[in-house]
C-alpha cells in the first residue's frame, strides 16, 4: 500500500502563481511514476503533468510553458509549480502514484485550486 500526502493549494488571482507538493510513503518501489490530475466541476479527471523516478516527464498542452513538475527522489516527493494561472484552471488536483511493477495505482485525497478572473 501506499500513502500520499499532498499540500499547497489555495485561491490566487488571474497570473498568480501556486506550489503544489506530494509525498509517496508505504511500498514506495525505486521504479515509480508520480503526477498531477485534476479534475473541474461537471468535468472528467485530466492529465496535468507526470514524471518518472528517472526524471522523464510528459505535461498537457494545458500545462506546457506555465507548470513545472519536479521531484526529489530521495524523500518520494512530487512538486507541481503553476505559474500564469488562469480561471479554467480553476479544479482539484490529485497527485498520482504509481509503481513498478504497475499494477495499481494511487490516488492523494485531492487538494483545492481556485483561480480568480
Known amino acids: 500500500q501506499v500513502q500520499l500526502a499532498e499540500s499547497g493549494g489555495g485561491l490566487v488571482q488571474t497570473g498568480g502563481s501556486l506550489r503544489l507538493s506530494c509525498t509517496a510513503s508505504g511500498s514506495t518501489a525505486r521504479d515509480n511514476v508520480m503526477g498531477w490530475y485534476r479534475q473541474a466541476p461537471g468535468k472528467q479527471r485530466e492529465l496535468v503533468a507526470t514524471?518518472?523516478?528517472?526524471?522523464?516527464?510528459n505535461y498537457a498542452d494545458s500545462a506546457k510553458g506555465r507548470f513545472t513538475i519536479s521531484r526529489d527522489n530521495a524523500k518520494n516527493t512530487v512538486n507541481l509549480q503553476m505559474n500564469s494561472l488562469k480561471p479554467e484552471d480553476t479544479a482539484v488536483y490529485y497527485c498520482y502514484f504509481v509503481p513498478s511493477p504497475w499494477r495499481s495505482n494511487y490516488w492523494g485525497q485531492g487538494t483545492q485550486v481556485t483561480v480568480s478572473s
Open positions: 514524471i518518472t523516478s528517472r526524471g522523464t516527464t
